[in-house]
């Protein structure tokens, strides 16, 4: 059964940096690229980009690119999101998810990770 | 920037048909944009419906349809039951903006 565990929620103040961690299981973590999507809470899905872990290739989202970067370490079969000089404006939960076969769909979804910024 | 358009809200009654849409604020939504539809109940991630326009993911009962009319996306739920409540997003690829989320619809049944 493929499954994607994130770490648990976090609060973190402003400037502060932050990882998240997505952990895979039930396939082989190389072969299916992982996307990371921001939910404000309230609001709407927004993908930030994704990343190959077969040579941590990423891509990211024009609204996104400068201030996140992904990461993958396949000794674990986890894949990470960095944030950095994080803002209010950062509070969102944030969910991982797995390309299919066909890179144009996520059918596996971690849980999401809340992340509340406040000083 | 691309920017995809939803309905906000949508009700529809108890078996009826809930048609949501998925648009392009400049130009049309093809097959060449790998159009999307995933179902968000509250609290929860949100779970895959339709993926390139028309393919239904795994375990979607086929009330749930999608398909490319004139210039968008749709969303057809026939059937319409009460636990078809909750947001749908529609996502499609550019090659500029890679992936993009519709603002979302709530859809509501009563």
């Known amino acids: 059964e493929v499954q994607l565990v994130q770490s648990g929620p976090e609060v973190k103040k402003p400037g502060e940096s932050l990882r998240i961690s997505c952990e895979a299981s039930?396939?082989?973590?190389?072969?299916?690229?992982i996307t990371w999507v921001r939910q404000v809470p309230g609001k709407g899905l927004e993908w930030m980009g994704r990343?190959?872990?077969?040579?941590?290739?990423?891509a990211y989202s024009p609204s996104f690119q400068g201030h996140v970067s992904f990461s993958v370490d396949k000794s674990i079969d986890t894949a990470y999101l960095h944030l950095s000089s994080l803002k209010a404006s950062d509070t969102a939960i944030y969910y991982c998810a797995r390309h299919g076969v066909n890179i144009q769909f996520w059918p596996f979804w971690g849980q999401g990770t809340l992340v509340t910024v406040s000083s | 920037q691309t920017v995809v358009t939803q309905e906000p809200s949508f009700s529809v009654s108890p078996g009826g048909t809930a048609t949501l849409t998925c648009g392009l604020t400049?130009?049309?939504?093809?097959?060449?944009?790998?159009p999307g539809w995933y179902r968000q109940a509250p609290g929860q991630a949100p779970r895959p419906l339709i993926f390139n326009s028309n393919t239904r993911s795994f375990g979607v009962p086929d009330r749930f349809s999608g398909s490319i009319l004139g210039t968008k996306s749709v969303l057809t739920i026939t059937g319409a039951q009460a636990d078809d409540e909750g947001d749908y997003y529609c996502?499609?690829?550019?090659?500029?903006?890679?992936?993009?989320f519709g603002g979302g619809t709530k859809l509501t049944v009563l």
């Open positions: 996502v499609v690829y550019t090659r500029s903006d890679f992936w993009v």
């Open positions: 039930g396939y082989t973590f190389s072969t299916y690229w």
């Open positions: 400049s130009g049309s939504v093809s097959s060449s944009n790998y």
């Open positions: 990343i190959d872990p077969h040579d941590s290739d990423a």
